[in-house]
């Protein structure tokens, strides 16, 4: 079956810096979404990789290792607005998205 | 209009009652998606349309319809409501089956 893995909950404080892991046990690999959900909110696009190493973004970066079945997000210099969840979802070799549980940050100042 | 909107934003519906959520985008994009997102899951592929007159079948389409007349629409109906429906619904788009999915504001529904 297809699996997608994410810690449940984290706590992280203000000004720190947080990772997120993701591991993936999926049909096929096309490429690994993260997303930032907002409670009550929509998902919006954090992040895409499709080839091993790091992508940076501002404050986010991603990382992803396709022989390890692995991804993590990076947040640094935490705000209070950084509380969400964090999906991470990959796409499979029907292109379509499996997404994990999410991963609910807490930031406390 | 911009971006994707659903309506309606929230619905209590009885058990038995048939139901559509609408949903409409404005960006043009030739795939679409509807989703159901429940506590502790992620999310989950109801239907997806790649493009304008097609339609597929996701993970959990039992008890759910939809169509694809044209670009900007994309309805879902529920034919005979049931309690293991209520969630909160979201539809996505996305200009080629392959890129990021932007989403609507969702719709709760609540099946008693």
């Known amino acids: 079956g297809q699996n997608i893995d994410q810690p449940t909950e984290m706590t992280a404080t203000e000004g720190a810096i947080v990772q997120i892991n993701c591991t993936y046990q999926t049909s096929g690999f096309n490429g690994l979404f993260w997303y930032q959900q907002h409670a009550g909110e929509a998902p919006t696009f954090l992040s895409y990789n499709v080839l091993d190493g790091l992508e940076e973004k501002g404050r986010f970066s991603s990382f992803l290792s396709r022989s390890k079945g692995y991804s993590y997000l990076l947040l640094k210099e935490l705000q209070m607005k950084d509380s969400a969840s964090y999906l991470c979802a990959v796409r499979d070799s029907n292109y379509q998205l499996i997404w994990g549980a999410g991963t609910k940050l807490i930031i406390k100042p | 209009i911009a971006g994707i909107t659903q309506a309606p934003t929230s619905q209590i519906l009885a058990a038995g009652r048939r139901m559509t959520l609408r949903c409409t985008q404005d960006m043009r994009h030739n795939a679409m998606y509807w989703y159901r997102q429940d506590l502790g899951l992620g999310l989950r592929l109801i239907h997806y349309s790649n493009t304008a007159g097609t339609t597929g079948k996701g993970e959990v389409p039992d008890g759910y319809s939809v169509s694809r007349a044209n670009t900007d629409d994309f309805p879902l109906t529920l034919a005979s409501a049931v309690p293991s429906q209520t969630s909160v619904y979201f539809c996505?788009?996305?200009?080629?089956?392959?890129?990021?999915?932007?989403f609507g504001p969702g719709t709760r529904l609540t099946v008693l």
């Open positions: 996505a788009s996305s200009d080629r089956e392959a890129n990021e999915q932007f």
